[in-house]
């Protein structure tokens, strides 16, 4: 009789551990439905420098995962890293996305790709705020990348801004600009800048720079020889706006830009891309590849989707430029 209670005993015990094990099972399956059966990603995000753009498009980039059920601290786990325009930075930064195997790599800005695709041809890098992928040697072509890296471009209508300037100021014969003499994008911008505004029976004169510290001296070389500036999505001058407009506002003249943050921070107008929006396509390209239904090589280059109009008022005011109601009708206005 002993004997018979102790095997009930053991009976009752190991049904308790069989229950007990489904009870933890059915948690694990609950723990798997709550992410929606994605595993924890590594993501290495590495932002150039800070400026309101590319601040914008990292910003968009996370919001554009979320958007997709990647959400930090569930199933992703981010690793966010500024260069801070510092290229031994960028390096150091990609060779720890590479160490630490990350799962993918989002890049901003074309120096931050390029140092992350010198460094790993296996870890898919998706970037941002870069203005030709194929010029900067990233991609076989922005139609079939063809390697581990793509993205979306902030390749801008150069030639509806110039359109822009010209309805804004139609007596400009000369117009200026300044840029990095580092930043392969700027380089392509300013050369279709130039071919355009030359077809329209306008003067060029540019002027280059290495750093933030050139940019003061650089300007007041143009001033007195252009009638407006215009400044394509460099990032030296984008990190430093306010440097440019306090040499061009008291010599009244009007910057036209090449993206809305830039026009926030002191330029005048622009028809440009939205870096935020760029940013959340980036996310979604990114969330494509997690979810395995594609891959860099065959993922074309996207071009930004939503433009718009950006007025300064508070600069035209500055200016004495009273801006035509056919251009505010449907524009961003910063007041």
Known sequence: MFKGKKLKLAALGL???????????????????STDGKKNFKIGVVQLVEHNALDAANK????????????????????QQNAQADQSNLKNIAQRFVSDKDDLICAIATPAA????????????????????????????????????TGTSDNGPIEKQIDLLLELFPNTKTIGTIYSSSEINSEIQVKQMTKYAESKGLKVETATV???????????????????????????IASAMPTLAAITDPAKIPIICAEPNMVKQGGLATYGIDYYKLGVQTGHMAADILDGKTKP????????????????????????????????????IIE
């Not at 460094?119 to 970037?127: N, S």
């Not at 030709?132 to 890296?149: I, Q």
């Open 297 to 332: 090589a065959d993922m074309p280059i996207q071009e930004a989707k939503d433009l718009k109009i950006t007025i300064n008022k508070k600069n035209a005011a500055a200016l004495g430029i009273t801006i035509p109601d056919s251009i505010l009708q449907g524009a961003d």
């Open 15 to 33: 049904t308790t551990l069989l229950t007990a094990g489904i009870i933890a099972g059915c948690g694990t399956q609950k723990a798997d439905n």
């Open 210 to 236: 290495s750093t933030v510290n050139d940019i003061q001296q650089a300007a007041q070389s143009l001033v007195g020889k252009v009638d407006v500036f215009y400044e394509p999505t460099d990032n030296v």
């Open 60 to 79: 968009g980039f996370i919001a554009g995962l979320k958007e997709r059920g990647y959400v930090e601290g569930e199933n992703i786990t981010i690793d």
């Open 114 to 149: 390029q140092s992350v695709a010198n460094v790993t041809k296996d870890i898919p890098i998706v970037a941002t705020a870069i203005t030709d992928y194929k010029s900067a040697k990233l991609v076989s072509s922005n139609e079939k990348p063809g390697a581990n890296v």
